[in-house]
């Protein structure tokens, strides 16, 4: 069995706790939160709730922690600390500050002799990995990543951050005529508006501007202001009957060209619909954990990433299983 | 540099061939046929073609020996032998007799202490991956490969075989429905016929009786009899100007749930769309040749698939490019 951690319990963490359940190998054997673990309740009858500051005692009980905090301010700072302590995973996903992040990681995990896998998920994780594969087949080619449809969590709090907004969900939508150019090999170059539509769902405060609403949303630099956006304004009971789930998904896509003339065009194309964003995040960590367990016990250490894992890791079958099975 | 052999000189030959031009750290060294070397032209200006059995005196020239033989009866015997003396890559695609083979590569390879990597294109090869990762990533869920749309040269093979045949293309055709049924997370159990047709054109012998002819073909056993298939008879001219491609493709589809009830369902899609099947595989085979070269200067040695090779051996890029521009 592997003995799992949990660092941090929101929405990522309940889902990593759901995912462990999934795979017989593994099994939770601890929760921590910043919160009064008297006041944290959780899913795994038998398991107890500790304090972050206690994690430092349980070295010997927990095989892999899965750090589950934001990228933002928690994991910069809790990945090479626990980097020190445990074999970890995380989901850091600030693609611009991962080289930083990764030598931090790795002066911690090397220094300690433990694995730290950082940045998986889906993107960065399963979408950076379908790129590498992609790149490293059609040399000779053109990358394309598409979002959505599906609710993004950025957008949103920055919807709820205007004034006269009581609340709002944003979700960004891939444009079908740009997903079709690049299936048809003709390796477009597309700008930011052609690639993705943002449609917004606003409950305004009573009494609120509507139009200043509408238009302060659509120009906000950065973040709807290179956009075609949409904003519907509805009622907060509309909002949460049909907007309060989590979806998300989207698509890469390798347009290469192949042939003594680069005659012949190939498209390869990875995609994701999913109901929930956080627990698919969490089951592809999970196996990750499953992989970190496997290196530290062959006695590699130090920072790596998806990139770094030979896939039969990530498996609970054995690689006689696997051949015969899947290849 | 990393210097290649090429071990027989058909499509797939002529494949790797376009492919290595297309990878600026290898380079092409020696091609091997069991033609007269004199009647061999290649499109590489200063590479020499020699006999298959003047390979062994080549051991200190060829860092990776890429085995372009059929499945059928060449790579079993041309695998092992060739693993005592090179790191080689295949692309063995027979899926029953895949342990076997695994068997005796590993025998052969561990001996000599060469990597020898088999199985390797898109299936098997990069729809194995993607079963993997799939099945790996969400454990309660169904797994559904499609084929086409894409000649199959067995099938092709079939038909011309028929009395009263004088040529014939067959393409596989995936059902759509099907495939949305699969995308809709509804997890439907399909049956042969369900999730693919099969469509025949073919030029009928001068006096040949087609009526019989359609008969025989739709009811050969294996090959059509569980499918609904169309036979289309057209002139010879019209196969040779529009069926003379050897396009191919599928789909790798995995649906499954996650959730403390699981209510959430995710689908993880996988596709190809590829002009030509040989060179497409060839690049598949190029790149994991790279991986091959580097894992045995890392002192790895025994036969090793796919699901064996970190992602980022593929790659030409450093990790730390690697982790800049892609994760």
């Known amino acids: 069995m592997i003995r799992i951690g949990i660092y941090g319990y929101g929405n990522l963490g309940r889902g990593v706790e759901n995912a462990i359940k999934q795979n017989s190998d593994m099994e939770l054997v601890a929760v921590f939160s910043r919160r009064d673990p008297a006041t944290v309740k959780i899913n795994t009858p038998g398991v107890s709730v500790y304090k972050t500051e206690d994690a430092e005692k349980m070295t010997d009980k927990i095989d892999v922690m899965i750090i589950c905090g934001g990228s933002a301010t928690d994991l910069p700072e809790q990945t090479p600390a626990l980097a020190k302590l445990f074999n970890v995973v995380d989901s850091f996903d600030t693609h611009a500050k991962i080289p930083e992040h990764f030598d931090n990681v790795d002066k911690a995990a090397t220094e300690s002799g433990k694995i730290a896998m950082i940045s998986v998920g889906w993107d960065p994780g399963m979408f950076s990995l379908n790129r590498l594969y992609g790149g490293a087949i059609l040399p000779d080619g053109k990358d394309y990543t598409f979002w959505g449809k599906g609710v993004s969590q950025g957008h ?131 196996c990750f954990a499953r992989a970190a367990a496997r290196m530290s016990k062959e006695g590699m250490c130090g920072c790596k990433t998806v990139f770094d894992v030979p896939p039969a890791y990530l498996s609970a079958k054995s690689g006689a299983e696997l051949r015969k099975e899947l290849l």
């Open 156 to 286: 949103s709090d920055a919807i709820r951050r205007v004034d006269g907004v009581a609340d709002g969900k944003q979700y960004t939508v891939p444009v079908d005529a740009a997903l079709e150019a690049v299936r048809s090999g003709a390796n477009p170059e597309l700008t930011t508006r052609e690639k993705h539509t943002r449609e917004c769902f606003v409950v305004a405060k009573d009494g609120a501007d509507k139009a200043n609403i509408e238009e302060e949303i659509k120009n906000m630099p950065n973040y709807f202001a290179d956009y075609d956006t949409t904003v519907n304004f509805i009622s907060q009971e509309e909002l949460n009957a049909n907007h309060s789930g989590i979806p998300h998904g989207g698509f890469v896509i390798r347009s290469g060209k192949t042939g003594a003339d680069l005659e012949n065009s190939h498209i390869i194309e990875y995609s994701l619909k999913l109901d929930s964003n956080p627990e698919f995040t969490a089951s592809v960590i999970v």
